[in-house]
């Protein structure tokens, strides 16, 4: 019987043996065999990237991690899925897999601030040159390939200004190119948005944010299709980018209820932004609900929905009324990440040229306008908007 996709979250994996609801948590380094010829047939199974229900050796993952990348595999319609221990780790997987000295990145400026840092700073080491590009100007990105271009990163909508790009333009002035394409889709995640469909060659999600959705886990999710899979499956097997059986568990627990969380989300932020939308001391909000606009209609073009991870543009001649505004928020935690079930609020500061990986080249706004990334929450609304209300009167 074909099932949807809320159906298929809800009944991907139990555990025969024990008759459990849940996947057993398998942790282990040693994975045993009853023969040398058992022992080398697997490993051609895997190679071959044959379905699979073990490892040959713990350092690739564990029968609990499979039962996630099959999840996974599915989400994405992927040729593969690698796991990592983090979410920057699925980041730095992808470039370190593909890239080489004397290759090129190019890489949007709008990106998560640590995979700024990484093709600039770290890459430069290795003889790999990155290249930025405006993410609101697909002609700045024609523009800036070259014969050395060797991949293309890009997350959409991007970290903290929220832009949409076309995405199907950059696919294919990448094909007849031939160059690797990347596209951090944590924002959207495989149940809105599908990249490889669209035709990227690889597809990353932090599952840090709404597929662990608790705040109690950390991992990376990078789906790939079959031309870029030997390369990544050779620097991972290498590397140890692996995620442990008990993080892979937990992310499978959050996965049952991603489309009812991302639902409660969106409803959620609709009735917040249609709250700060009437709020004089918000400039901007940048999310994709004004159907008049670019992001709107890019939006609607590759998504199938939204979540609760927006930012608005506060203007004060006063940064210090803005921390106020910040810090009196009783029901919005100040701290990293996003996608749990709890509501966050943190100043992003863009100009700071003493936090690196926050400098933004072609985003621009006046001294007087401050960026606070807001996530909105599984709370009830009405509370969190009579929360922001309280807060706004202490900026000036």
Not at 256 to 275: A, G
Not at 298 to 321: Q, R
Not at 330 to 345: K, N, Q, R
Request: charged residues 25%; glycine residues 6%; proline residues 3%.
């Amino acid at each position: 019987m074909k099932k949807s996709t809320s159906t298929f979250l809800k009944h991907p994996t139990k555990d025969i043996i024990n008759r459990s609801a849940n996947p057993p948590v398998t942790r282990a380094s040693t994975i045993l065999f009853n023969s040398m010829q058992e022992l080398n047939r697997h490993e051609k199974n895997i190679k071959a990237n044959k379905k699979i229900s073990y490892y040959s050796y713990g350092r690739y993952g564990s029968s609990t991690t499979i039962e996630l990348e099959n999840i996974l595999k599915k989400l994405e319609e992927a040729y593969h899925v690698f796991l990592t221990g983090t979410g920057f780790g699925g980041v730095a997987l992808a470039i370190l897999s593909i890239c080489r000295p004397g290759d090129e990145i190019i890489v949007s400026d709008n990106v998560y601030g640590p995979t700024k840092e990484i093709s600039e700073k770290l890459v430069k080491e290795f003889h790999i040159n990155a290249i930025f590009y405006d993410p609101d100007n697909f002609e700045d990105l024609r523009k800036k390939v070259s014969k050395k271009t060797k991949m293309i990163l890009v997350e959409n909508p991007g970290s903290n200004t929220f832009e949409f790009q076309d995405l199907s333009k950059i696919v294919n002035l990448a094909k007849r190119r031939n160059i690797i394409t990347f596209l951090d889709n944590t924002w959207g995640t495989p149940l809105y948005c599908q990249p490889l469909k669209i035709g990227f060659d690889m597809s990353f999600v932090s599952a840090t944010k709404y597929f662990s959705g608790h705040s109690d886990a950390m991992g990376g999710s990078l789906a790939v299709n079959k031309k870029v899979f030997k390369k990544v499956m050779f620097f991972y097997k290498l590397s140890g980018y692996r995620m442990s059986a008990d993080e892979a568990y937990l992310i499978i627990r959050g996965l049952r209820t991603l489309d009812v969380r991302l639902k409660k989300h969106y409803e959620n932020t609709k009735k917040i932004i249609h709250f700060l939308k009437k709020q004089k001391k918000i400039k901007e909000i940048l999310y994709p609900h004004k159907p008049s606009s670019k992001n709107y209609k890019l939006w609607k073009k590759y998504y199938t929905g939204a979540n609760g991870l927006f930012s608005v543009i506060i203007k004060s001649s006063k940064k210090s009324s803005v921390i106020k505004f910040v810090n009196s928020l009783e029901l919005f935690g100040i701290g990293y990440s996003w996608g749990g079930f709890e509501s966050l609020a943190l100043l992003q500061d863009l100009r700071d040229e003493t936090k690196y990986t926050q400098t933004r080249k072609y985003f621009r706004f006046s001294k007087d306008e401050h960026i606070v990334r807001l996530h909105i929450g599984l709370e009830d609304p009405k509370d969190l908007i009579n929360d922001l209300r309280r807060s706004l009167r202490y900026v000036k």
